[in-house]
């Protein structure tokens, strides 16, 4: 008797899973027609119900929520970096100006013009040097960026959600964008429909 209760207990388990696929499905299908033409065409029924199958559990909306958060600390420190660079510079064109004035303060007027010369060439180096770190440090936010987003791609890729695999290609980076804003958008709907049971 406890065996046929077993079976009975996993083909409704069954039923619900089954359930529970289209009703995500359905959602991702209706959440695909407000992405542009291109996109749709790109999305098949196929992927979509790869998609639905690894949301099933929820397990794919914890680890996106964890990736976006992850995601946001690193760009707020990126930021940060940024901003404190910015004014290391501030500070350094201030302190120089500030100490340019008062070289021309204590200097004699026949001299001036030489020193002038000199503040304008020290200028122009320290702005070259301003330049290059500016450059470097945006060279730096770029590739920890791009790090990120082969993370995000490589543990997506490895939670089994269709469509993603760690790429470079714009169009490719694109398609799973709309994926992760379907995933969002479902999560979201989610989280409202929790509430309005409660």
């Known amino acids: 008797m406890e065996r046929y209760a077993g ?49 099933l559990d929820g397990t794919v909306f914890e680890i996106v929520q964890g990736l976006l958060e992850i995601q946001h600390l690193t760009e707020k420190s990126l ?46 180096a320290v702005e070259h040097r301003i330049r290059e770190e500016q450059r470097a440090m945006d060279q730096k936010i770029v590739l920890e960026l791009d790090r990120k987003v082969a993370d995000q791609q490589s543990t997506l890729e490895k939670a089994g959600v269709a469509g993603f695999y760690v790429t470079t290609n714009p169009q490719e980076l694109t398609l799973q964008m709309n994926l992760l804003e379907l995933i969002r958008k479902l999560q979201q709907r989610g989280c409202q429909a929790g509430k309005a049971a409660l």
């Open 79 to 124: 930021y940060n970096q940024r901003l404190r660079l910015q004014n290391e510079h501030r500070v350094l064109r201030q302190a120089l100006r500030q100490k340019h004035q008062e070289a021309q303060q204590a200097c004699r007027p026949h001299n001036l013009l030489v020193l002038q010369a000199a503040q304008q060439r020290e200028q122009e």
């Open 7 to 55: 079976a009975f207990e996993e083909a409704v388990d069954g039923t619900r899973q089954q359930e529970r696929h289209y009703q995500l499905l359905s959602a991702l299908q209706s959440l695909v027609k407000e992405l542009p033409s291109s996109f749709q065409q790109r999305l098949s029924y196929t992927t979509l119900s790869d998609l639905a199958l690894a949301l």
